[in-house]
């Protein structure tokens, strides 16, 4: 690509409820600094002084509810301000969540249902905004001390840990600009493959692990239980998308379902959950600022995401390679993958593929290249109930030196 221009300087003056709206290019640094007033990040306030340098490739909407100075410096692909925004829709919702919270809090010792604050779970189509509303909804909940737990069910783009994941992490202060969701104890569970058709069925097998763990957590925290959940979702909304987004309602006995930017689906939710009277589903407008991602784009994303979690988003990581001998290791694959083929089966019976049969890999070096999830199983018919400790990238498989 050629060379950025190099851009001068520049502050903006934002009117109470407009935002700044700012794409970062892939190379290039661009730094943000609050003059006067104050100003939020998708719920994350700016610091008072000083410049943050957002991350390479970031997609931003500087919005302030007062009004607000800010300065740009740096080159960035596109920059524009906007007063048309969901945003007070957003808080409001914030706030109908955060009394239901003290509702909460306040049952605390009695009744375990009443005890168990909103479990919000937020759908919509690629590209409706489903991630920056969880992280303000987790962000300005986290800002009145709240600590609720952020659940992403989005193996495609999700936020936490690699793609391939579902996986679950508390949210203890508002979401860091920079540096992002926590990562310091997510509770990860490994898909491994960003297309969930591939194996519905393990998705959800892992979708019931996860909530069963959460739910043994809460039991023993009325803390998190108060504050509830925020759960991300795919933007597949269709066909066996929307049946696994029924599931995942159901699994996560989610209470609040927020539906951004498509009336049908809102539609079609809300008369499939009409028999449970404590399900709410709500509405929401989408923003006009979320960014329209090509399939190609999300392809990339997932490979940075990859590099990111091995370097550190700001390449402040060091990943160290290790030799091991191929006793020392056992790999296992989820799902059979193929199906027997007929010829090889008796007259008349169907071929069938147990989608969580655990099969045991040989190493060969068509492994290289690959990002194995290190699980805490003890035994491989732990593997599918187990999550995973971390990742590892095999760089090269040595068939010699079985190594
Ligand atoms: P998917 O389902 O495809 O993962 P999504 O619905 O979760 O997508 P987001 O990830 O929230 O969508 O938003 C898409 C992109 O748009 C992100 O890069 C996000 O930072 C950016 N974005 C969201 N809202 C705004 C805004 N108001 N102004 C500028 N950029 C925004």
């Excluded at 499939?272 to 923003?287: E, G, T």
Aim: aromatic share 6%; net charge negative.
């Amino acid at each position: 690509p050629a060379p950025a221009a190099v851009q001068p300087l520049r502050q903006f003056k934002l009117d109470p409820q407009s935002e700044l709206r700012v794409e970062v290019l892939p190379d290039a640094t661009l730094r943000v600094r609050l003059v006067s007033g104050t100003a939020e990040i998708f719920g994350t306030e700016l610091p008072p002084e000083g410049w943050l340098t957002i991350p390479p490739r970031s997609k931003i909407a500087i919005f302030t509810w007062h009004g607000a100075t800010v300065e740009l410096d740096g080159v960035s692909e596109s920059e524009y301000t906007s007063d048309e925004t969901p945003m007070v829709i957003y808080v409001n919702t914030h706030a109908i969540l955060d009394a239901r919270r003290a509702r909460a809090r306040a049952a605390q010792g009695g009744d375990l249902e009443a005890s168990q604050g909103p479990r919000v779970i937020v759908v919509g189509p690629t590209d409706s905004g489903k991630s920056t509303l969880c992280k303000m909804l987790l962000s300005w909940a986290a800002k009145l001390g709240w600590k609720p737990t952020y659940v992403d069910l989005d193996i495609g783009q999700g936020s936490i840990t690699i793609p391939g994941c579902i996986s679950a992490t508390p949210i203890e202060k508002p979401i860091d600009i920079v540096d992002g969701i926590p990562l310091e104890m997510p509770l990860a569970y490994f898909y491994g493959h960003p297309n969930p058709s591939i194996n519905p069925d393990v998705y959800k097998a892992l979708m019931r692990e996860l909530a069963q763990t959460l739910e043994t957590q809460f039991s023993g925290n009325a803390e998190s239980r108060a504050a509830g959940m925020v759960i991300n979702t795919m933007g597949w909304v269709e066909g066996l998308g929307y049946e696994l987004l029924l599931n995942a309602i159901e699994i996560f006995k989610a209470n609040v379902v927020l539906v951004l930017g498509q009336e049908k689906l809102w539609k079609m939710l809300k008369d499939a959950v009409q028999s449970k009277p404590n399900i709410d589903v709500v509405k929401l407008h989408k923003s006009e600022g979320v960014v329209l991602r090509n399939s190609k784009y999300r392809q990339k994303t997932r490979s940075f995401r990859i590099k990111e979690y091995f370097y550190g988003i700001a390449n402040d990581l060091a990943p160290h390679s290790n030799v091991v001998n191929f006793s020392d290791v056992s790999v296992f694959r989820i799902g059979s993958g193929h199906q027997a083929p007929r010829s090889a089966l008796p007259i008349g019976a169907e071929p069938v593929a147990d989608p969580t049969r655990l099969v045991a890999v040989n190493i060969s070096t068509d492994m290289v290249h690959t990002v194995l999830a290190v699980s805490y199983a003890k035994e491989p018919d732990e593997i599918i109930s187990s999550n995973v400790a971390g990742f590892i990238h095999v760089t090269d498989v040595d068939i010699q030196r079985r190594s």
